[in-house]
């Protein structure tokens, strides 16, 4: 299926939005990139769909650029047009530091240079101390596009890069192969540290980032949302695993949440210059294996709001949290999985609880086939989310709990002496629960399914 059919298909399977946007960020269908048709075909398909809040994205492809650039300034003219905001997946731009050169390898006792391939095949990820030299070569990639929309008077609202496989990373064999390099020893005086390894690594990581990529941005265009996937302020704990990262081995220091090992992590968003957050709240298939709990849905969803709680909590009231989401499983296995689906129910109610715990806005990423219902499930809670919308401008959160059993979930934002609600039951139960606000205890009764505004004394 075409983007532009992906496109009508959700036009016709989703309803118009019955509370005004306003300000508030679009909901981001990753799916919905590079639509092509004629201008007036384009015109009523971006209208249709900003009218149900769904914002497009244009991708940038570097490689192809003297054909691809004039197409992305027309496209972002016709959204100048429409007064609809520009979102761009940048992956393109800033791809690859590790390009494959010899001069970024590791380097051996013997001076023979080697490669970490244990994150990608096909990406060879080399030695952060010998890759600045590749600093320029980006940041030219980087601003060829952002130039190009600046000289035109183009707006560029929102940058987000899927920027993963490339510059130092700490997962993985990375540990291993660094203390075999002779370089990284010498710039790691405590290497054998796995915290010094890590922040030393993520030093480099978030250098490059700020540097090649979010100040070039930024120095054009100062008000622009610039992000990358998986770049958030967190509270020195990472709580899931992408597609590519393996399980810690015994010498990587960790905590078990039953099954789940927990990460330390850096706190080192600042250093990134980015100017909003971009947790990625995926129903990792590995997440369902790690629980004993005969309530299905809450294995998914209780490591999906540990990842909510730390990102929303962690970000300053005044940085925009933009959410990766998705919810058919996420990297099954080849042979297929036996864990049972997150109900559509739990994963509604999971994103309700996002707007609640400080998430600004939701980006969808998915497969080909699972747009339309994808975008489904995300639009029609962030219609309904719309109804409240002095809540999401102005509220605070001020629930953060995570329930350690199946039990009941509640997460609220304040204004004033209001509160906006939802609760949240995996074991039935109709009774009100106490949760104790500005150290007040308040009564939250069962209300499964919606949210409700109550009164603070
Ligand atoms: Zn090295």
């Known amino acids: 299926m075409t983007t532009l059919e992906h496109a009508l298909e959700i036009i016709a399977g989703t309803q118009p939005l019955a509370h005004p946007r306003g300000n508030r960020i679009p909901f981001i269908v990753w799916r919905l990139t590079d639509l092509q048709g004629d201008d007036a075909e384009l015109e009523h398909t971006l209208r249709e769909l900003d009218a149900r809040g769904i914002a497009t994205v244009t991708t940038w492809h570097y490689g192809a650029r003297d054909k691809d650039l004039p197409r992305c300034l027309h496209y972002a003219g016709i959204l100048k047009r429409l007064g609809l905001p520009v979102v761009v997946n940048t992956t393109s731009v800033v791809n690859r530091f590790f390009n494959g050169d010899e001069r970024t390898a590791h380097i051996d006792a013997d001076g023979n240079p ?242 609640l715990r400080g998430h600004d806005a939701l980006a969808m990423w998915c497969t080909d086939p699972e747009t339309l219902k994808e975008t489904q499930l995300v639009q029609t809670v962030y219609a309904q989310a719309l109804e409240h919308a002095e809540f999401l401008d102005k509220g605070t959160p001020v629930l953060f709990d995570v ?18 609600v939802r609760r949240t039951d995996f074991r039935p139960d109709p009774t009100p629960v106490q949760v104790n606000i500005d150290g007040v205890s308040v009564a939250i009764p069962a209300e499964p399914g919606n949210c409700q505004i109550l009164q603070l004394p």
């Open 403 to 420: 329930p350690a059993e199946p039990g009941t979930v509640v997460s609220a934002l304040k204004l004033g002496k209001r509160l906006l």
């Open 114 to 355: 080697f490669f970490d391939l244990s994150h990608s095949e096909r990406v060879k990820i080399g030695c952060p101390f010998a890759v600045e030299f590749r600093y320029q070569a980006i940041r030219a990639q980087v601003e060829t596009y952002v130039k190009a929309h600046h000289e035109r008077g183009l707006p560029l609202d929102i940058l987000i890069a899927d920027w993963e496989i490339d510059g130092p990373i700490e997962w993985n064999d990375a540990w291993t192969h660094a203390k075999r390099c002779t370089r990284c020893c010498k710039s790691i005086p405590d290497i054998d540290d796995f915290h010094a390894f890590q922040a030393a690594y993520r030093r480099i990581r978030n250098e490059m980032q700020r540097q090649c990529y979010a100040d070039v941005v930024r120095s054009l265009y100062p008000n622009t949302l610039v992000g990358n996937y998986a770049e958030y302020p967190n509270d020195g704990r990472r709580h899931w695993y992408d597609y590519f990262e393996h399980p810690p081995k015994r010498e990587h220091p960790h905590t078990l949440d039953h099954l789940d090992p927990v990460r330390p992590w850096i706190n080192g968003f600042a250093d990134t210059h980015y100017t909003f957050a971009m947790p990625v709240v995926y129903t990792w298939h590995r997440i369902h294996g790690w629980y004993p709990w005969p309530e299905s849905d809450y294995r998914w969803f209780y490591s999906m709001l540990k990842v909510v709680t730390n990102s929303g909590r962690s970000a300053p009231a005044a940085l925009p949290v933009i959410s990766f989401v998705h919810w058919h499983t996420t990297s099954p296995p080849k042979n297929g999985s036996a864990a049972p689906q997150m109900s559509e129910r739990a994963y509604s109610e999971l994103l309700w609880h996002m707007f």
